[in-house]
């Protein structure tokens, strides 16, 4: 990346992890393009690269970062804060990772890392950023958690326990916060058409990779769980910046899971369990 001088700016300003590509990268170019100063941070350089090219030097400030190193993320948040006059209008807590298969075949060091990258990381960006966020007349803390924080879904279990740990985690601060005059609220896609759904690794090894053209073909067309574009959650951003909800759906209806497991989770659980390859209902509870 080129290096940037410092030139503060009078703009609304957002900060971005996991900015370099999906649905950090769309939210960075909605808000660039709406006139906002972006700050896009990501461990991929390269896509940071060009999307420095995309938005242009004056209009964004782009660093690579590892979101689970704490000090580092202090440093990113206090270096765009000199861009910015201290103040920061939206921090997005975006970067997640994912792995698949059952439970006992994904290796504890690779659980480990999705814990580490899916909540600590969110953990030291809420510390990074609220400064700046209280510094920030109606500022919003913003995450990205999923529709598996709606039922824990089975064999990506432990991303699903890690997104509801964000949920319930934006439930508390959108109380404790109130305090500060900072709003939080968080977004719950469902299937979004980014690198993570062809990136996540099968660690059960019983399902072959899908090649680009047969994974559209078999991506639902329709329903709570169809493929989503990545600016659908960007626009999401953009009207939790501007509204007041808690908990934010992409597309809406997956709201109907959190709804029905609040009176029903066994018709949940048996519905996820009839609708799962490999799974033998005869099997369950032994």
């Known amino acids: 990346m080129t290096s940037q001088a410092v030139q503060p700016t009078q703009r609304k300003s957002i900060f971005i992890t996991g900015a370099a ?10 808000f660039a393009a709406k006139g906002w100063f972006v700050g896009a941070s990501d461990v991929n350089e390269a896509g940071l690269k060009t999307l420095e090219q995309e938005l242009g030097h004056d209009n964004c400030f ?13 440093t990113a948040l206090a270096e765009f804060a000199k861009r910015t006059n201290g103040k920061l209008d939206l921090m997005y807590n975006n970067a997640g990772i994912g792995e698949s298969g059952w439970f006992e075949d994904v290796p504890y060091e690779a659980t480990m890392r999705v814990v580490s990258i899916n909540f600590v990381g969110v953990l030291n960006g809420v510390y990074a950023a609220l400064p700046y966020l209280k510094a920030t ?4 803390l913003f995450t ?30 959108s109380v404790e916060f109130q305090r500060h005059g900072v709003r939080v609220a968080d977004v719950l896609p469902g299937l979004i058409d980014t690198a993570i ?4 690794p099968n660690r059960s090894g019983d399902a072959p990779k899908p090649s680009e053209d047969e994974f559209y073909a078999r991506a639902p067309k329709k329903g709570m ?48 369990m009839k609708m799962l390859p490999g799974l033998d209902p005869t099997a369950a509870g032994k």
Do not use: Q
């Open 62 to 74: 782009v660093r690579k970062l590892d979101v689970t190193d704490k000090a580092d993320f202090d």
């Open 197 to 200: 759904l062809r990136s996540t």
């Open 144 to 173: 990205t958690s999923s529709s598996s924080a709606t039922y824990g879904m089975p064999r990506i279990a432990v991303y699903a326990a890690t997104k509801h740990a964000v949920k319930g985690l934006t439930e508390a601060l």
């Open 137 to 140: 007349p109606g500022s919003l």
């Open 225 to 272: 769980f169809r493929l989503m574009p990545a600016d659908s959650v960007a626009k999401c951003v953009w009207e939790a910046y501007h509204g007041n909800k808690l908990h934010y759906y992409v597309p809406s209806d997956v709201a109907w899971i959190d709804r029905i497991k609040g009176f029903a989770p066994n018709f949940i659980r048996n519905r996820i």
């Open 21 to 30: 590509s999906g649905m950090g990268r769309e939210t960075a170019k909605l």
